[in-house]
């Protein structure tokens, strides 16, 4: 049994945390929402979707004050939480504690080593979950695809790996990745292809790919994204990128990423760390984005007047 801290339970947080708690090890959901970390502690932590449908004790809080130190503490929480969320952490590790940044874009293992040490962080990537909150102690997912990490810089092998067990142990699939930069950037260019557009039209990754209208948004982000990380000197592992994209697209037509879902909660996206970080690397090597910046042009005017 392993102690893991889960900082930022919320739809893929909540996701983690209930399997962890049926494979038998002690987890400690860290969420600021207070509704949903009562919800918790008074009935447990509902999971249902494509795991199956479960409702687990688990230890929860709005702080990570008095947990102790953890084997695993996962930064789960959004891109422009991951600073704050890293300083929670600190009293949290032990000489042999893994920390995993688990978030969309670009830069998040960045801020947390700055914090935490180079040398605990692993960069972890997720999807195709299409994870959502039904409400307070109820999380929902739409599938199942494989957990990817990486170690970030100088943390250990042997304990990247106990790390990763701990996921096997829970019914994840896993795998590990020496070029943690093919790694991110392959995930990132989904998210760029649907995140943007899905939270810009309100339809599903389904509906996109089926609109040629909105599908043309999002093949065209995603063209510009392949662009940037040519121009980086980042190898992406996939004979047809776009095929790649439409691929696993396909397997979870009905999701609606986190930045419309956001959207339609009325709070602040990721779009900076998504679409955004492909503006900004554009910049830095002289490739045009105008799809990208559009794309969050248009959401940045939605949002504006949004309360985070």
């Known amino acids: 049994m392993a102690k893991v801290a889960i ?103 960045e801020k947390a080593a700055a914090i935490l040490g180079e040398n605990r962080i692993a960069v972890g990537v997720v999807g195709g979950f299409g994870a959502s909150i039904r409400a307070p102690g109820h999380a929902h997912h739409n599938g199942m695809e494989m957990i990817r990490f990486g170690a970030y810089r100088g943390l250990p092998k042997e304990d990247l790996e106990q790390s990763a067990e701990i996921w096997r142990s829970s019914g994840f699939k896993v795998a590990i990745f020496d070029d943690i930069d093919r790694m991110v950037w392959e995930k990132l260019i989904m998210n760029v292809a649907f995140s943007g557009t899905t939270c810009a039209t309100g339809m599903t990754i389904g509906e996109v790919m089926g609109n040629p209208n909105a599908w043309s948004v999002a093949k065209g982000a995603a063209e510009e994204a392949i662009a940037v990380a040519k121009a980086a000197g980042i190898h992406l592992d996939v004979a047809d990128p776009i095929e790649h994209i439409r691929k696993l697209g396909s397997k979870i037509p009905n999701a609606r990423p986190s930045m419309l879902l956001d959207y339609n909660l009325r709070r602040r996206g990721e779009v900076d760390a998504i679409n955004g970080s492909i503006s900004r690397e554009g910049r830095k090597y002289g490739v045009p984005t105008p799809v990208n910046d559009t794309v969050v042009g248009i959401i940045k005017a939605r949002e504006a007047g949004f309360t985070d």
Not at 12 to 37: F, T
């Open 7 to 109: 900082v930022g339970s919320g739809a893929m947080g909540s996701v983690y945390a209930g399997l962890m708690v049926s494979a038998g090890h002690e987890v400690h959901a860290i969420s600021l929402w207070p509704d949903h970390v009562a919800a918790m502690q008074e009935n447990g932590l509902r999971v249902e979707g494509a795991s199956g449908d479960r409702t687990v004790p688990i230890h929860a809080s709005t702080t990570t004050a008095g947990i102790g130190v953890c084997d695993l503490v996962i930064i789960a929480t959004k891109a422009f939480d991951v600073e704050a969320a890293a300083r929670s952490c600190e009293q949290l590790l032990g000489p042999n504690s893994v920390v995993q940044t688990i978030q969309n874009g670009l830069g998040s293992a």
